[in-house]
């Protein structure tokens, strides 16, 4: 079955450190990847995705993510690990072109 | 302001007792999504509907019912609630399958 993993349930980093939120995906032909990230009691926000082309996405909030077929990862980093990026993150693929199916999820903390 | 309404946001209700959980976009979104999330499961589809008239089950549809009358309006039923169906909901739209979608701020149910 096609799927993403999330192999970590939590990433601590202090701030001003570059963070990574690791993603591998099995997913048969080319795989269409997204990141989510849900704060405490909200919905889900779009971060960024990857559909073709360049291997480094750029999203919202100075995230990006590379696409790695060889490793078949596509991890979200940032340079710089603000207190307020500290949620849940989701990584997620389209299936058969109609539904996004999501990993389990990996929370992140910043501590100051 | 482009948005996805859900509601109510919270509910508790007995176990046999028949809901509605609403949902609304103003987006003028082709594609709309039922999901629901819990710990240590990440999110899983429900249902999902490509265009008015057009439903189709998740990976979790059972229990649940769904209508697209409208292109705005994409309701969550539950006929016959059951506390395994305790969870947070969230409804989500987008334009197109390659977009990121836009999801609702959560509906916590709790059913007794």
Known sequence: AQSVA???????????NPLTVKCTYSVS????????????NRGLQFLLKYITGDNLVKGSYGFEAEFNKSQTSFHLKKP???????ALYFCAFLQAGTALIFGKGTTLSVSS | EAQVTQNP??????????LTVTCSQNMNHEYMSW?????????????????VE????????????????EKRNFPLIL?????????LYFCASSPGSLWGYTFGSGTRLTVV
């Open chain 1, 6 to 16: 999330q192999p970590e349930d939590q990433v601590n980093v202090a701030e001003g």
């Open chain 1, 29 to 40: 032909g080319n795989p269409y990847l997204f990141w989510y990230v849900q704060y405490p």
């Open chain 1, 80 to 86: 710089s690990a603000l207190v307020s990026d500290s």
């Open chain 2, 9 to 18: 946001r919270y509910l508790i209700t007995v176990t046999g007792k028949k």
């Open chain 2, 35 to 51: 999901y629901r999330q819990d710990p240590g499961l990440g999110l899983r589809q429900i249902y999902y509907s490509m265009n």
């Open chain 2, 54 to 69: 057009v439903t189709d089950k998740g990976d979790v549809p059972e229990g649940y019912k769904v209508s697209r009358k």
């Open chain 2, 79 to 87: 006929e016959s609630p059951s506390p395994n169906q305790t969870s």
